[in-house]
């Protein structure tokens, strides 16, 4: 079945510095790649997603990338403030599977410091 | 839009007994999931619905587990006689159709003493 690997396990950036969070599939069936952000005792929050028919996607300062030949996908966040700490999940969803179910990476902890 | 809402948020009981959870997805989803959460994890799928049809259900739902969608609205996960290994965070989300976002809601926690 599909495994969704997730680099680094944490991550701490300073205050306006950028920060990359990078994830591989393994089923290149897969055609849906979303992002959550998870804050503490909350549920997954949906940031960003991408299909597979497109390369890029961006939404204010956050950004997905999808390389389909090397299957990757990576998150981009820039000039990050102390609100976005919180942990980061990538997802994949395969194709052709009707349920549209997630896979997810084990998460990366990003810690923004002030 | 009030969100995929989910009760109670913590549950806490005794190894053996049986425990109920409910999830109210975003109105006129017609696909709802529940994925299970241990700590320091991602999500893992448990099961889904399209309207009140259960069409899924992973392995990780042993014959322990039972989830139902009435009506195709709300729905419940019922654990029996649970076990130390079933303590984890249960997520409901939900979607507008198939191929749609997923929502989350804010989860139940279990705890097993």
């Known amino acids: 079945g599909e495994n969704v690997e997730q680099h680094p396990s944490t991550l701490s950036v300073q205050e306006g510095d950028s920060a990359v969070i990078k994830c591989t599939y393994s089923d290149s069936a897969s055609n849906y790649f979303p992002w959550y952000k998870q804050e503490l005792g909350k549920g997954p929050q949906l940031i960003i997603d991408i299909r597979s028919n497109v390369g890029e996607k961006k939404d204010q300062r956050i950004a997905v990338t999808l390389n389909k030949t090397a299957k990757h996908f990576s998150l981009h966040i820039t000039e990050t403030q102390p609100e976005d700490s919180a942990v980061y999940f990538c997802?994949?969803?395969?194709?052709?599977?009707?349920?549209?179910?997630?896979?997810f990476g084990s998460g990366t902890r990003l810690l923004v410091r002030p | 839009d009030t969100g995929v809402s989910q009760n109670p948020r913590h549950k806490i009981t005794k190894r053996g007994q049986n425990v109920t959870f409910r999830c109210d997805p975003i109105?006129?989803?017609?696909?709802l999931y529940w994925y299970r959460q241990t700590l320091g994890q991602g999500p893992e799928f448990l099961t889904y619905?399209?309207?009140?049809?259960?069409?899924?259900k992973s392995r990780l739902l042993s014959d322990r587990f039972s989830a139902e969608r009435p009506k195709g609205s709300f729905s419940t996960l019922e654990i029996q006689r649970t076990e130390q290994g079933d303590s984890a965070m249960y997520l409901c989300?939900?979607?507008?159709?198939?191929?749609?976002?997923?929502?989350f809601g804010d989860g139940t926690r279990l705890s097993i003493l």
């Open positions: 109105s006129e989803h017609n696909r």
């Open positions: 989300a939900s979607s507008l159709a198939e191929g749609w976002p997923q929502h």
């Open positions: 619905f399209q309207n009140e049809a259960q069409l899924e």
């Open positions: 997802a994949a969803s395969m194709v052709p599977d009707s349920s549209y179910k997630l896979i």
